[in-house]
Structures are given as C-alpha cells and as structure tokens.
C-alpha cells in the first residue's frame, strides 16, 4: 500500500534561515513524488517532482527537494526562507504502476517564517 | 490557459437545498478529480474521472453525484447534504488521463457551508 508521512505538523523558522520540511513515503515500486504548497483559503500549487534522474530537483519560488532512494525521503529545502512561504505543504506519492494515476498525500506541515 | 476554474468560490446551503459545484480546464487534460478537505488536513479522494468515465467512486454517499459532461467540465451536484459535508471541495485535472509522471493542476476551491 502507498502511504505518505509527514512528521512534522509544524515547522518554525526565522526569515533569511534555511528550512527543511520533511517527507517519507513508502509504495510498491519506484514513485512519483511531489509537493503542493496550500495557502488559506485557496488549492494546492505544484511545487516541484521527481520523477527520475537527479536526485536534487529543484522547483518554484527557490524550493528544492533531495531524492533519497535508501532512506525513502523526499525532504523539501530552501537556503533562505522568507515570511511569504508561510503556509500548509504537502508531500504527495503517485504509484508509477498506477493506471489512475491517484495521488496520496501526506497530512501536511505548517510552515510559519517569523521575521 | 493554465487553470482549473471552480465556481462558485462560496457556497452555503440548506440541508433540503439542491446545488452544483462546477469545474472547468481547458489545458485537454484527460483525468479530472473531486477532492474534499477539512481545515488544516489532506485532500481527501472523492471521485476521479478519466477520459470521461467515472473510474473510481471513494464510497462517496450519494447526496454526492459527479457528472462529466465533456473533456473540459466536471460537475458536482449536492442534496440533501449534511452540516459535516461543510468543507473546501477542490476540482483537479491531470494531463495524462491519470496514467504517467504528471502531477495535478488544482482548482482554488468553493468553501461550503451547509446550515
């Protein structure tokens, strides 16, 4: 079964400091992941995916995310993080087997950037 | 055009109303979702339609009823719903009918009320 954690329901950090979200996934196979950042009140933006290749992908708005195979995470990263990221991320997994393509979403984690 | 579009934005219904959520995407895509979320948590599947067909129906109760009236619209019809459907329902598409390494394009949303 696919699943998706995020360990992390909140996360704080100081503007201009990096910050990491943490993601771990666990499917049958080799995934597709993703992340979606929410603000309030509105849908899920893309953020960036893997799908293959380069473990370090890099995305919108300066994130990046690094791959790791072994540990099976997909941890979120920005050098420098700004009071406009604040807002409700998502981790997402699509099984490549998957012929409908559904994606599982972690529970997500709130990034508050403090000034 | 790079968007879902969802209307209405804002909802509030009575338990013996009858309404329709609408979801349009012009971008061809192939797969179009229904999703449901609560504050503060994961979208949660509805109903996922794929190159028109109705593939996969969550249990949804049938106060809920999909229709895909073309490539380009998805509808949701409400009735009879209760005060625990209040929710933000979001309309998403996928490029590839579901199948690949694409991610979804997420509409904003229409936050329902129902009293």
């Known amino acids: 079964a696919q699943s998706v954690a995020q360990p992390e329901d909140q996360v704080n950090v100081a503007e201009g400091n990096p910050l990491t979200v943490k993601c771990t996934y666990s499917v049958s196979g080799n995934p597709y992941l993703f992340w979606y950042v929410q603000y309030p009140n509105r849908g899920l933006q893309f953020l960036l995916k893997?799908?293959?290749?380069?473990?370090l992908v890099k995305g919108s708005y300066g994130f990046e995310a690094e791959f790791n195979k072994s540990q099976t995470s997909f941890h979120l990263k920005k050098p420098s993080a700004l009071v406009s990221d604040s807002a409700l991320y998502f981790c997402?997994?699509?099984?490549?087997?998957?012929?409908?393509?559904?994606?599982?979403f972690g529970r997500g984690t709130q990034l508050t950037v403090w000034p | 055009d790079t968007e879902v579009t969802q209307t209405p934005k804002h909802l509030v219904m009575g338990m013996t109303n009858k309404k329709s959520l609408k979801c349009e995407q012009h971008m061809g895509h192939r797969a179009m979702y229904w999703y449901k979320q609560k504050a503060k948590k994961p979208p949660e599947l509805m109903f996922v339609y794929s190159y028109e067909k109705l593939s996969i129906n969550e249990s949804v109760p049938s106060r809920f009823s999909p229709e895909c009236p073309n490539s380009s619209l998805l509808n949701l019809h409400l009735h009879a719903l209760q005060p625990e459907d209040s929710a933000l329902y979001l309309c998403a598409s996928s490029q590839d009918g579901g199948q690949g390494a694409y991610g979804y394009t997420f509409g904003s949303g229409t936050r329902l009320t129902v009293v």
């Open positions: 997402a997994v699509r099984d490549r087997g998957s012929t409908l393509g559904r994606l599982y």
């Open positions: 893997y799908i293959t290749g380069d473990n």
